[in-house]
């Protein structure tokens, strides 16, 4: 009936735009999970076919681009900075040149898997490379 899950001190497995992920708890409703970029890492652009998400920064900094329905803007990423990303929206990160960045994200409803996120267009090219399902 109840979990509990101390943070990793490794990576669990890619996400589709290759930042570093480390799985904490899911329910029926939603799941959470820690993401990590090294400094300087961009990641792969994306957009999720089903799920819609909040993230939290708790440590680094970095910049976000998010693109809805036209609507585009960057967000400067920084520690207690929190942000969501609405089912159907086009999005990039990356991390400060001098700092890495961490990121705790609750997805809703829970990750589904495989093919849930579609490689897009973004404005910066990635460092990093989507690990094939």
């Not at 970029?37 to 652009?45: I, K, N, Q, Y």
């Not at 910049?63 to 400067?76: C, Q």
């Not at 929206?89 to 093919?115: H, K, N, Y």
């Amino acid at each position: 009936m109840f979990a509990t899950k101390r943070l990793s001190s490794s990576c669990d497995l890619k996400a589709p735009d290759g930042s570093e992920v480390r799985l904490l708890l899911s329910l029926k409703g939603g799941s959470m999970a820690h993401f990590r970029l090294s400094p300087g890492e961009v990641s792969m652009a994306v957009m999720h076919r089903t799920v819609e998400e909040i993230w939290y920064v708790v440590a680094g900094g970095g910049t976000l681009w998010r693109d809805f329905d036209g609507r585009e803007e960057m967000e400067e990423l920084s520690v207690g900075l929190c942000v969501t990303i609405p089912l159907g929206t086009r999005f990039q990160f990356c991390a400060s040149a001098g700092v890495g960045l961490e990121i705790v994200a609750v997805t809703m409803p829970p990750w589904p898997g495989d093919g849930e996120a579609v490689l897009v267009s973004g404005p910066w090219p990635p460092t990093l490379r989507r690990i094939p399902s």
